[in-house]
């Protein structure tokens, strides 16, 4: 019984950190620097595993951008001064995001700066 449980174990040992990278794909995102985005929020979803931030942003041309931010779960996010009310559909506030390197509208959230000046850090 002792051998199976180790052998279980160790077995877990070995996959574990592939599903963790798999799950938060490391290289997925430009994290060298934060692209600053002007927007409107249009959803906030208060949750886990990640906070999902979805706003619109208008570009030089006119058109607009739907993008999907996260942050850290809710939990962490809590400690930081965040709550499920911290962002409402309608607010114009201003993104710094670690966008996906392919060019895909989504990323990570580095801070958010409402209209007021209050900045929320992730």
Same mark, same amino acid.
């Given at each position: 019984?002792?051998?199976?449980?180790?052998?279980?174990? $160790?077995?877990?040992?070995?996959?574990?950190?592939?599903?963790?990278?798999?799950?938060?794909?490391?290289n997925l995102?430009?994290?060298?620097?934060?692209?600053? $985005?002007?927007?409107?929020?249009?959803?906030?979803?208060?949750?886990?595993?990640?906070?999902?931030?979805?706003?619109?942003?208008?570009?030089?041309?006119?058109?607009?951008?739907?993008?999907?931010?996260?942050?850290?779960?809710?939990?962490?996010?809590?400690?930081?001064?965040?709550?499920?009310?911290?962002?409402?559909?309608?607010?114009?506030?201003?993104?710094?995001?670690?966008?996906?390197?392919?060019?895909?509208?989504?990323?990570?959230?580095?801070?958010?700066?409402?209209?007021?000046?209050?900045q929320l850090?992730?």
């Amino acid at each position: 019984m002792k051998k199976a449980f180790l052998v279980i174990a $160790l077995a877990a040992l070995v996959i574990a950190p592939g599903t963790v990278l798999a799950h938060h794909g490391g290289n997925l995102y430009d994290t060298t620097k934060a692209v600053e $985005l002007k927007g409107t929020i249009t959803k906030f979803e208060w949750g886990t595993p990640h906070n999902q931030i979805y706003f619109d942003v208008k570009t030089d041309k006119g058109e607009v951008q739907h993008w999907v931010g996260s942050t850290e779960p809710a939990g962490v996010m809590l400690e930081r001064g965040w709550t499920r009310r911290s962002l409402v559909p309608g607010e114009e506030v201003t993104v710094f995001i670690f966008a996906a390197k392919n060019g895909a509208t989504v990323g990570n959230i580095q801070k958010i700066i409402k209209a007021d000046g209050k900045q929320l850090g992730s």
